[in-house]
């Protein structure tokens, strides 16, 4: 659906992704496709009750080394580079087909 509600709304606000992201090459997908912004609350709240303040400290270093990794990947070096041909074809149509 984030591709459709980008397209909904012309680029004239900013879109946050919110829900779904496990892992850093969520948040590359979801720049990708045009969210601004991806929230990761939900992740950062597992890991703040399970091992406190150090266990959400290693989670969002994990997110970041794995988004990272994400990048090197598609070949870009900054996330605002990032575009829909960084997303599988096929994986973009059939979101907005949905």
Known sequence: MLP??????GGTLPILM?????QGSDIVKALALGAKAVLVGRPQFHALAAAGIAG???????LRTELELAMIQTGVQN????????????????????
């Open 18 to 22: 919110n829900g779904g992201v496990r």
């Open 4 to 9: 459709a509600v980008v397209t909904a709304t």
């Open 79 to 98: 996330v605002r580079f990032l575009c829909n041909d960084h997303v599988g074809r096929r994986l973009t149509r059939d979101i907005v087909n949905f």
């Open 56 to 62: 959400a400290a290693h989670m969002l270093h994990l």
